[in-house]
């Protein structure tokens, strides 16, 4: 059983020697900043991946005061410590430099007949060459999704090439974890994230002891808008942390019952903030306690379906959609080795092809981890969110004016793009081929001028997801190499990582370095105005982030204010629904109306003051057709606001402020056959 690997290790040895010999010629020395070049390291370990980069990285701001560069606002550069630790093989860095960061897993060997999880999301027989440096005959590939992808030098050469924000989200999943057969640590996923998290402020030391000491390399993790904006005006790159997990905080549920309550979210988002992390999503792939997530397709989507069960006790369900916006359809592709895992007897269930929206939307306790990362003043990812849950979402936000809400990488339902511009909040798409990325970015193209916007890409390196294939070297417009960055001020030229050297055109976007490569094609492919959209986009993630930290909530008016209604439903003696309940401060409680049309609810605010601004938390019982109706006196009134279109929910009425001593929500027709019902109302001056 050992001799074949021993005999694989043979020719690896023979190759150590080789490029001790060759060192000089591989790789930059000890030194390279003897001409006192701020960008290049005094002391880079030797042999090490080439930059292949040359020139000066731009500082400062353009002429409108706004910084520059492109956005990769999805990626995973320590996820090789997720899932157990076994399932990225390779590492972003390494004390004992390239040769042990970019060594293969032991169990890919001899031919990666054991990477089993390339074998689900690659498809074939998932057989590849395992042997990394110096040689990297089959890996990193743009198809491969188990092998590191962020070296370290490969970021280096992102930054290089014109990015200047780049958000790590901190990644795990603890059923896979549990079922992959190779791991060398527990699955729980608040260890994983603590410990990805601690090695990325090891990376930072890492890359600061080549440029001489604390503070002193490109590779900066930021805290707040103000930091990074001033990383950035040096030429550095700002690294945000983020989090993508199924159970954050340990919110998950088992067969619906939550295993979480709101102290442990608060607990959770305390010390994830203190971690650094600024953004998060509050589900991923599976359901959990806090939302219903969007769904998966195909075998993969078969196969995390199992896991949702494994980890829930339920498999997705589905309903016909409300509304124009729906979730993926799910995967009804058999996936046999995740299928083998279920119990005896238990199945996935077959879908109705009409319904393709998740019966979960947003739970009350994930409603409270929002206001929670409000009150933090981080930013929501809704990616990865149920429809149904992502409105709420943006009621919640759209309630309280919040801007910080981000779409990262294509998991949004595109219906909803106009909205999150609406608030402030950002976008970027996924690293998509460079036809499809540049036609969708020119699809949503007058929306971002309309809201004087940039764009950005989330490159989901080491997500498990792939990357752009080639076009081919016979394209009709191919890169062509040496080429000049966005800004001009750098030449770049095909990427060398030891024997390796990797073309855009023939192999892909590979590994993190060719990012340049490919916004280089998305040149040729969608023009200079797709990538000038692009290389704003480090202005408009800042400007995003800096309004979310400077957001005040407002104050609600009609908090504990007198209220009349022209009727109370009337239950039982120990029940009250009493017009003063819709203004108590408790979503527990409610108004509620007797069963007919002509209906209303009018909120004393004491004095005369200025009004812009309403928000409507409906109970199951809403307006389909209703007006916010202002007055001066109690007796003349002016309608402000209407619509004839009410879907219940959390309703915001805004309209030009005006002042005013009463307001009246007026029932014209109601959406059920119910009366009127609203937990909350809210009335606001700005």
Not at 81 to 94: T, Y
Not at 148 to 174: F, I, K, P, S
Request: charged share 25%; glycine share 12%; aromatic share 10%.
């Amino acid at each position: 059983m050992t001799r074949p690997a021993h005999n694989r290790r043979k020719p690896l040895a023979v190759l150590s020697v080789l490029f001790a010999m060759l060192a000089v010629l591989l790789a930059p020395t000890p030194g390279s900043a003897a001409d006192g070049a701020w960008w290049d390291p005094v002391a880079r370990p030797a042999p090490d991946s080439r930059i292949n980069v040359q020139g000066e990285p731009f500082t400062g701001t353009d002429a409108q005061g706004e910084v520059r560069g492109f956005v990769d606002a999805h990626n995973h550069i320590m996820s090789n410590e997720a899932f157990g630790g076994r399932l990225i093989c390779g590492k972003a860095f390494s004390e004992g430099g390239v040769a042990d960061a970019l060594k293969d897993c032991p169990e890919h060997y001899p031919d990666g007949s054991l990477a089993v999880f390339d074998f689900i999301t690659k498809g074939g027989d998932g057989k590849h060459d395992p042997n990394g440096w110096p040689t990297f005959k089959d890996w990193p590939a743009h198809d491969s999704l188990t092998h590191q992808q962020n070296y370290y030098a490969w970021v280096e050469r992102a930054w290089r090439g014109g990015q200047r924000v780049l958000v790590n989200d901190l990644v795990t999943n603890g059923v896979i974890c549990s079922v992959y057969f190779f791991k060398d640590r527990g699955c729980d996923e608040m260890t994983s994230l603590r410990l990805q998290a601690r090695k990325m402020y090891e990376m930072q030391d890492y890359v600061d002891t080549m440029y001489g000491g604390k503070g002193k390399g490109w590779f900066r993790i930021v805290l707040d808008s103000a930091q990074a904006r001033d990383v950035i005006e040096q030429g550095k790159l700002a690294v945000v942390l983020g989090v993508e997990t199924s159970e954050p905080f340990g919110c998950k549920q088992i067969l619906d019952i939550a295993q979480c309550d709101r102290a442990d979210i608060d607990r959770g988002l305390d010390e994830l903030h203190r971690l650094g992390v600024r953004s998060m999503f509050l589900c991923h792939k599976f359901d959990n306690a806090l939302c219903g997530v969007r769904f998966d397709q195909g075998a993969l989507g078969t196969a995390i379906n199992v896991g949702q069960f494994l980890s829930t006790g339920t498999f997705w369900r589905t309903e016909t959609c409300k509304g124009p916006q729906h979730d993926n359809p799910i995967g009804l592709t058999a996936a046999p080795a995740a299928e083998a895992e279920l119990p005896a007897g238990v199945s996935v269930p077959s879908y109705a092809s009409g319904a393709q929206c998740n019966i979960r939307g947003l739970t009350d306790l994930g409603e409270y981890a929002v206001r929670g990362l409000m009150k933090r003043k981080m930013m929501l990812e809704i990616d990865h969110m149920s429809v149904k849950g992502v409105g709420r979402a943006l009621d919640i936000l759209e309630s309280e004016s919040y801007p910080g809400v981000l779409s990262s990488h294509s998991w949004m339902d595109a219906d909803w793009t106009e909205r999150v511009y609406a608030l402030g909040g950002f976008i970027a798409q996924y690293m998509h081929g460079s036809q499809g990325f540049s036609a969708e970015a020119k699809r949503t193209e007058a929306l971002r001028d309309k809201y004087d916007v940039g764009y950005g890409y989330g490159t989901d390196m080491n997500g498990v997801g792939g990357w752009p294939g080639p076009r081919g070297a016979d394209a009709p417009n191919p890169v062509r190499y040496p080429f000049r960055s966005t800004d001009g001020g750098s030449v770049i030229d095909r990427q060398t990582t030891g024997l390796r050297t990797w073309d855009l055109n023939t192999d892909g976007a590979s590994h993190y370095g060719l990012v340049p490569d490919w916004i280089e094609d998305i040149r040729l492919v969608g023009g200079q105005d797709v990538v000038d959209d692009m290389f704003r986009g480090a202005e408009s993630y800042l400007r995003t982030w800096g309004a979310s930290e400077q957001h005040r909530a407002g104050v609600n008016l009609a908090a504990r204010a007198p209220a009349s209604a022209s009727s109370s439903e009337w239950w039982n003696p120990f029940v009250s629904f009493v017009p003063g309940r819709a203004v108590d401060g408790d979503r527990r409680t409610r108004w509620a109306s007797e069963w007919s049309d002509a209906q209303w609810l009018r909120i004393d605010l004491g004095t005369s003051q200025l009004v812009k601004r309403v928000t409507l938390d409906w109970e199951a019982a809403y307006g389909k057709s209703y007006r916010v109706d202002l007055s001066d006196d109690g007796s003349t009134w002016r309608t402000a606001w209407s619509t004839t279109a009410g879907d219940g929910g959390l309703d915001t009425a805004r309209f030009t402020a005006t002042t005013a001593r009463y307001v009246r929500i007026s029932g014209v027709r109601r959406g059920t056959g119910w009366g009127y019902s609203l937990h909350e109302v809210g009335v606001y001056s700005s």
